[in-house]
């Protein structure tokens, strides 16, 4: 009989990895469970909340339970200098960036795809709600999550085949309600607890203030103002600000007002009514083709212009320099600086680039 490859499963004490490690371990794959210490901010009560004391106990725990080898890796300096510095110079230069995206790039798939390998792991898996397909040719494509509520396709749109041969997504073909239920059925202590929000490293604490503690560039006060110039006011700091944003703005008018523009060269935060908003055409910096080759020519496409954002059709133009342009059918009120922009073909990413301002 043959033996089953070995699987080195990231885990963080949450329910979808735990979920994920026991799948593995039911289905016969050697499984080996890690877990990566990252950084957050000093001189809070709590720790980064992918890895806090109890959630790499719990981590401990289910590892135990499933009878399986685990390990606690710690890449604080390397995401502090990875991650959370692109996360502080995106805002001070007025974007708007994603940092799981870089994340999963260079850390998931970089470090802790490493560490497995030489731990002499075929696979690396995760609790992530996605899936991958696998050629007869060796090449392997990225498709959505089975669960549109949960799908975490675009936080994967980064990855390379090389990433993706490598990669196990057990969880991509089940619901979350299925994913709570499986944990109940293998008794993991983790099958009521929440689902983790926000950004890791912010330890409890709002986006807003920690740019204010390390991002200084982007948070000087400054002018809030019209397209025509006229002043209204002053904002808090350009990094506190997103585009499409209504709330928060504390200017009184006769129509709800929205972030339309930030102007970092004059440190302005341009606002107007509703009908101002919107753009029919975005442009991104590289793009990062999932199967390691641009289309030939022009293609329609399903866009999301970030994590949350429904689908919309555009007219996908990859360039020759790397770059794209993507031509939508309609306009867009909230496309953002610094966002990832995804392409789709039905269910399958293409591959994705930052938004360019």
Request: overall charge negative.
């Amino acid at each position: 009989m043959t033996e089953k490859p070995s699987v080195v499963v990231g885990m963080s004490g949450g329910v979808d990895s735990s979920v994920a490690a026991a799948l593995l371990v039911s289905q016969g794959y050697r499984v080996t469970g890690v877990m990566l210490r990252l950084w957050s901010q000093p001189c809070m009560e709590e720790s980064n909340r992918c890895c806090t004391p109890e959630a790499m106990a719990q981590a401990r725990r289910i590892a135990a339970m499933l009878g399986i080898p685990f390990y606690a890796l710690d890449v604080q300096e390397r995401f502090r200098n990875t991650v959370v510095e692109s996360f502080i110079e995106g805002y001070s230069n007025g974007l708007t960036p994603n940092p799981c995206l870089i994340c999963n790039r260079q850390i998931r798939w970089g470090f802790m795809l490493d560490q497995a390998q030489a731990l002499g792991a075929d696979y690396l898996a995760t609790g992530h709600y996605a899936r991958v397909e696998r050629g007869e040719d060796g090449d392997v494509r990225l498709i959505k999550a089975v669960d549109p509520n949960k799908d975490q396709s675009y936080v994967l749109s980064g990855l390379n085949q090389e990433q993706l041969r490598h990669s196990m997504f057990p969880l991509g073909e089940l619901k979350k309600s299925e994913v709570r239920e499986l944990a109940r059925q293998f008794s993991l202590p983790v099958a009521e607890r929440a689902d983790s929000q926000d950004l890791c490293f912010l330890a409890g604490g709002d986006y807003r203030e920690f740019l204010l503690r390390y991002a200084v560039k982007g948070m000087a006060p400054g002018k809030i103002v019209t397209r025509q110039g006229k002043v209204l006011g002053e904002h808090q700091g350009l990094a506190a600000y997103t585009i499409g944003q209504r709330k928060g703005l504390g200017i009184a008018a006769p129509e709800p007002l929205y972030v339309l523009e930030k102007n970092l060269a004059e440190n302005t935060l341009v606002i107007g009514f509703e009908n101002e908003l919107g753009q029919s055409t975005l442009r991104t910096g590289g793009v990062n083709w999932i199967s390691g080759r641009a289309p030939e020519m022009d293609l329609r496409v399903q866009v999301k212009i970030r994590y949350r954002a429904d689908l919309a059709w555009g007219i996908l133009h990859p360039m020759q320099d790397g770059c794209s342009v993507v031509d939508f059918e309609q306009p867009l009120r909230d496309i953002t600086a610094g966002q990832q922009a995804v392409f789709y073909d039905g269910d399958q990413v293409l591959g994705g680039g930052i938004i360019q301002p």
